[in-house]
């Protein structure tokens, strides 16, 4: 029998204790710091301690981060292209110092595992993202959270591991690399080619990764991320309804699919090279990378921010260190004449290529048109269609954001009115004075605080989102931070539509029904937007609105004519 790859590093890590000595660590840990890991923490962690990012023991510690980010290299010298890190906050690093050990709970307040701490240091978050996404363009959505959402102060060490992050979906599917790897071995499967995905499959990736198996004389591991991927990314229930259903088309035994807890980063090419290392430890010995793998898209200069076959290059430069192959992705392509799928550069001259862009499935769905068979399966379609209906069914939230007296609540409960009328769906309206009373009544004025109250809005919204309704905001929402997190959120449960109320400062003070500004004037009232607070303006809303020439009335209807071209409300003239 073949000997099946090694991990990387040489051996697979496990890094949960004995059986023995779970309950005493487990009791111990009750008088430790604790620290309630984030969503993207937690998926690093159950990484850590399945032995998928073998050969890691922990979160980095200050000198494996700095090779890592400037060399892609641990400070021992091993390949590893990306930065695996716990970030806290002040307050809670000040708690702690270096010897310590710290409980990392989850977010229900289970103690997963133990961190002996060996290094607590404040990194430079700018320079991480130039080194490692090589941009500090908060567009790329790598960068945005390193820079917007996560903590100010790292903490490295070990990590001893008492039970895993409870999954109650598709546990029929979800495999530690040890598992996988004595699948594997029960198949008699000792080549193995591995499919990393985001999205929903098709005809197109059935028959790239049919070849690609052909290719390498391999058979298939499906292995879709179901973690954190990118913002606006189909649900994962969803898109794993849709590979079950897909696995079916493939010859008996030569495929199955797993699923991977993994938060992804975007990071294109490096992103490659770590998802190489990953499939590497769940025993694969051929990776299959795309186009513009884990690429984030296009940077606010309108670039895309890594090159097509960057990720390629990177991938097949460390390909023999790391012992894993490269087949690269085939563009496989519908060829009318042949009433086939083909690659792209073997579609003989005068043939024509039929092809649905990710563009247009995403606009035949949300119009309910057509989609051929030739692009997809009927039973993949009928699970979108089921979680993702035309776009005016959908939920939806009208994000108003101005200076206090721009017009804002005026506009809002106007458009509430509007569109109770048309009666399509349930609308809430989250007033900023209300939200201030009954959410964050605690919460003061503060930058942190300001950007914690537009968070709960957010969130609050995000669910009437998510549920079918219509969510109207309208907080003063000074900062493009906090927007841009709110935007995220809602973007993961359905269409955010942001307004920005831009009357002009002058005459919102003209305004001035509550003497705010005559107070904030007066230094009686601190950090007040506009006055001794700044205000950051948006810089590409879906709309904007200057109250101070039109009337009430009027303002809805520019935002009711946005919703219609937008195909969230369907025309009422």
């Not at 797993?258 to 770590?274: D, I, S």
């Not at 043939?351 to 048109?369: A, D, F, M, Y």
């Not at 201030?436 to 957010?458: A, C, P, T, W």
Request: aromatic letters at 6%; proline letters at 6%.
């Amino acid at each position: 029998m073949t000997t099946p790859i090694a991990p990387h590093g040489g051996r697979l890590v496990d890094l949960f204790v004995a059986a023995a000595e779970r309950a005493a660590l487990k009791s111990e840990a009750a008088n430790m710091p604790a620290w309630d890991l984030t969503p993207r923490q937690l998926c690093d962690l159950e990484l850590l301690q399945n032995g998928a990012f073998s050969p890691l023991e922990g979160f980095l510690g200050r000198a494996d981060y700095e090779g890592v980010c400037k060399h892609m290299r641990l400070a021992d010298g091993t390949l590893w292209p990306m930065p695996i890190t716990l970030d806290v906050t002040e307050a809670f690093a000040a708690t702690i110092a270096v010897g310590a050990r710290i409980a990392l709970r989850d977010q229900e307040g289970v103690v997963l595992g133990v961190l002996e701490v060996s290094d607590l240091w404040t990194p430079d978050r700018q320079a991480e993202a130039l080194q490692v996404f090589g941009t500090t363009d908060r567009k790329h959505p790598g960068v945005a959270h390193l820079l917007d959402r996560s903590h100010p102060v790292y903490v490295g060490g070990r990590v001893r591991a008492i039970e895993a992050p409870r999954h109650y979906d598709f546990g029929h599917l979800r495999a530690t690399p040890a598992e996988l790897r004595a699948q594997f071995a029960k198949l008699g499967w000792s080549r193995i080619v591995a499919f990393q995905t985001r999205n929903p499959m098709h005809r197109a990736h059935l028959e790239l990764t049919f070849r690609a198996a052909q290719i390498a004389e391999a058979n298939l591991l499906i292995h879709p991320v179901v973690g954190l991927t990118k913002p606006g990314d189909i649900d994962h229930y969803t898109r794993v309804r849709c590979y079950e259903k897909l696995l079916r088309h493939y010859p008996e035994r030569t495929t199955t699919l797993a699923l991977l807890h993994l938060a992804m980063r975007m990071g294109g090419p490096r992103e490659a090279l770590w998802h190489a290392i990953i499939r590497k430890n769940h025993g694969c010995t051929h990776f299959i990378v795309g186009r513009d793998h884990a690429g984030p898209g296009t940077g606010s200069d309108g670039k895309p921010f890594y090159g097509p076959y960057d990720a390629q290059a990177l991938v097949a430069q460390h390909e023999q260190e790391l012992g894993v192959t490269m087949v690269p992705f085939q563009e496989m392509v519908y060829v009318q004449e042949r009433a086939q799928y083909m690659p792209a550069d073997e579609v003989p001259e005068g043939h024509h290529v039929l092809n649905i862009s990710g563009t247009e499935l995403r606009r035949r769905l949300q119009e309910g048109l057509d989609i051929p068979e030739w692009f997809t399966y009927p039973e993949v379609i009928e699970e979108l269609r089921r979680t993702h209906p035309p776009r005016h069914r959908q939920g939806f939230t009208v994000f108003f954001t101005g200076l206090s007296g721009s017009g804002k609540s005026t506009i809002a409960n106007a458009l509430l009115v509007r569109l109770l009328e048309l009666g399509t769906r349930p609308v809430t309206l989250l007033d900023g004075d209300v939200v201030r009373k009954h959410l964050s009544s605690e919460l003061g004025f503060s930058k942190e605080h300001r950007d914690l109250n537009v968070q709960r809005i957010g969130f609050v919204a995000a669910e009437i989102t998510k549920n079918g309704g219509i969510a109207i905001c309208a907080p003063i929402a000074p900062y493009a931070g906090s927007r841009r997190i709110v935007r995220e959120m809602v973007g993961e449960a359905g269409v955010f539509v942001e307004v920005h109320v831009s009357t002009p400062l002058d005459v919102c003070e003209s305004r001035d029904r509550k003497g705010l500004y005559a107070l904030a004037r007066a230094g009686k009232i601190k950090e007040f937007t506009g006055i001794s607070d700044p205000y950051e303006v948006p810089e590409n809303p879906e709309l904007r609105i200057d109250t101070s020439g039109i009337a009430p009335d009027q303002a809805v209807q520019q935002i009711v004519l946005k919703l219609e071209a937008l195909g969230l409300i369907r025309p009422t003239r």
